[in-house]
């Protein structure tokens, strides 16, 4: 701060009476108007103004002046670089806030395909799953189909078991009786 040379030209010219000195292309803040109206002297009273003291009283005031304005340049530097820091961390805030942001939303999306992934999964297995079962019921529905065929054929088996048992019953009882009735 300070450092770097200023390239602002200042001009210094004594008025008539060379009691003022007038500078041009400067401007002052109040403080240092103030400042530059304290009396230098120890004694505190101004001293009466003389043509070889006015020279003096120029240079002093030049160099006041510009020790003045190299005060002011350095504040203004200061307030400047303290802006510019701010900005820098409202800058870096925001743009961690955007990055947090893009994360929070990568995250969200990721978390949404996953239960997408899940739903679909679970649907999947719920349609495979009444597949199955109507699978079953159209076996359990055969198995019975087949169940009451074999029990039927059965049923027929077993009267034409009965039927033959009782034609066969009566032929031998015929053949036996006719035998029987030979050989008496």
Same mark, same amino acid.
Request: positive net charge; aromatic residues 6%; charged residues 40%.
């Given at each position: 701060?300070?450092?770097?040379? #200023? ?16 500078v ?15 009396p ?7 001293q ?5 003291? #006015? ?51 990568? #995250? ?16 999947e ?5 009444q ?9 359990d ?7 009451a ?35 008496k």
């Amino acid at each position: 701060m300070g450092g770097g040379g #200023s390239t602002r030209r200042v001009t210094f010219e004594a008025d008539e009476n060379e009691n003022i000195t007038v500078v041009k292309g400067v401007r002052l803040s109040d403080s240092v108007i103030d400042r530059m109206k304290e009396p230098s002297s120890p004694g505190g009273r101004p001293q009466p103004p003389h043509r070889s003291s #006015s020279a003096v009283n120029d240079e002093e005031l030049k160099k006041r002046i510009a020790e003045e304005l190299a005060l002011e340049q350095a504040r203004r530097d200061s307030e400047a670089q303290k802006r510019r820091l701010k900005q820098e961390q409202a800058y870096v805030r925001d743009e961690f806030g955007k990055i947090l942001e893009r994360e929070r939303i990568s #995250s969200n999306e990721h978390l949404t395909r996953a239960i997408l992934r899940e739903r679909a999964a679970t649907e999947e297995e719920r349609q495979k799953a009444q597949r199955f079962a109507k699978q079953l019921e159209e076996k359990d529905r055969e198995l019975k189909k087949h169940d009451a065929y074999y029990k039927e054929q059965l049923a027929r088996l077993e009267e034409r078991s009965a039927q033959f048992y009782k034609v066969t019953t009566e032929q031998y009882q015929k053949a036996a009786d006719e035998v029987s009735a030979r050989f008496k």
